[in-house]
C-alpha cells in the first residue's frame, strides 16, 4: 500500500496541478466560489424570509 501510495501520492499531486489549472481557469472559478458563497448569503436570506413566511 504503501508502494501503491506513492502512486496515490502522485495522484494527489496531479489533483494539485488539476486545481493549479482550475486557478487559472478558475480566474473564473474563484469567481463561481465568490458567487457561490453569495449564493449561501442568499440562501441565508431566504432562510430568514422563510422563517417570515412561516
Same mark, same amino acid.
Given at each position: 500500500?504503501?508502494?501503491?501510495?506513492?502512486?496515490?501520492?502522485?495522484?494527489?499531486?496531479?489533483?494539485?496541478?488539476?486545481? $493549479?489549472?482550475?486557478?487559472?481557469? $478558475?480566474?473564473?472559478?474563484?469567481?463561481?466560489?465568490?458567487?457561490?458563497?453569495?449564493?449561501?448569503?442568499?440562501?441565508?436570506?431566504?432562510?430568514?424570509?422563510?422563517?417570515?413566511?412561516?
Amino acid at each position: 500500500m504503501t508502494e501503491v501510495g506513492g502512486q496515490r501520492t502522485d495522484d494527489r499531486g496531479q489533483m494539485s496541478d488539476d486545481r $493549479g489549472q482550475m486557478t487559472e481557469v $478558475g480566474g473564473q472559478r474563484t469567481d463561481d466560489r465568490s458567487q457561490m458563497s453569495d449564493d449561501r448569503g442568499q440562501r441565508t436570506d431566504d432562510r430568514s424570509r422563510r422563517t417570515e413566511y412561516r
